[in-house]
């Protein structure tokens, strides 16, 4: 019987899709190639994104260009953007090799094919204030059926407490899995409240594989820098005043910061020195980081990275 993964991939946010890659292959490496599938699955119900309303083709011509143009008025270059989505759905289908059966709704997810096991995760799967947007924490794998057998791996809460209101619905959900690993000590408190048990802490999928291994991985996704330079990686909203601080400190230390987000980048004054890099998919993301002198990020994946690479870091 085949094993199945069901985890956050379907994004443009680097570290999600390359903790699933990174997941996938270790388990398609240990249980062999064709021994394991990957979940696609709607990650939200809505199609709430301002991209992808421009892109959706479901969506009236007339609204995609007016939310095109709204898009223009806001963000810096969308048209590289949109190039990031493509290359990354193309990655996705390339690397990732998701089924080809769209799950819509969790609740489909009652007819799945029965698997040996399901394993969830990795990512803030389990953050209460994310994946609701079914009316409930897909992830907490309550749709699928009760004889399947799930574990965790590296799971999330990204918080430190469950708010109370969400106590009794974790906890009887997280009995349900044979197995539960967490990605924090904090997550490792969190189920010890809930089960009376305490979980192992794990390493992120990211890290189970050398930097050898992510080098080979992405040998394909050419670097456009020749010079040396500053990898940084904001995966909240860039302002003006990380800008103004990261243009200093490139002239402080005589190269330039070439500047990455989760997101698309607002429409900002980009000083000399700021290189914007807009088009990046998950694999070039790999590449900045492995290649770069430094980083600096705000973002978990932008430490993680930056650790398999041994470059000196900041993380704010």
């Not at 119900?45 to 007016?66: A, C, S, Y």
């Amino acid at each position: 019987m085949k094993t199945a993964l069901y985890t956050i991939f379907r994004c443009t946010n680097y570290g999600a899709v390359l903790q699933a890659y990174a997941l996938a292959r270790t388990l398609r490496g240990i249980l062999g190639d064709e021994a394991v599938d990957v979940i696609n699955h709607r990650m939200d119900p809505r199609d709430t994104h301002l991209l992808g309303k421009i892109t959706n083709p479901n969506t009236p011509w007339f609204q995609r260009w007016r939310n095109k143009r709204k898009f223009a008025a806001r963000y810096f270059r969308p048209d590289l953007f949109e190039q990031r989505r493509a290359k990354t759905v193309a990655l996705i289908q390339r690397q990732i090799r998701p089924t080809g059966h769209l799950y819509k709704d969790p609740a489909e997810l009652a007819a799945l094919p029965s698997y040996s096991t399901v394993v969830v995760g990795s990512d803030q799967i389990w953050n209460p204030s994310l994946n609701h947007d079914f009316g409930r924490n897909q992830y907490l794998a309550t749709d699928i059926p009760d004889s399947q057998d799930r574990v965790a791996y590296a799971a999330s809460f990204g918080i430190s407490k469950l708010p109370d209101s969400s106590r009794s619905e974790y906890a009887a959900a997280l009995r349900r899995f044979s197995s539960i690993t967490v990605r924090e000590e904090t997550g490792a408190d969190i189920c010890e409240s809930l089960l009376g048990a305490r979980p192992p802490v794990v390493l992120d999928p990211t890290m189970l594989l050398l930097a050898e291994e992510w080098r080979e991985a992405v040998a394909s996704n050419d670097s456009s820098a020749k010079e040396s330079y500053i990898a940084a990686y904001w995966v909240r909203t860039v302002t003006q005043q990380a800008v103004d601080a990261l243009a200093a400190w490139a002239r402080q230390n005589k190269t330039s910061v070439r500047l990455m987000s989760a997101g698309p980048l607002p429409k900002l004054d980009f000083k000399p020195g700021i290189v914007p890099v807009i088009d990046a998919d998950p694999f070039d993301f790999v590449r900045e980081i492995a290649e770069a002198d430094q980083v600096v990020t705000d973002s978990f994946h932008g430490l993680q990275f930056a650790t398999v690479f041994a470059k000196p870091f900041i993380v704010l």
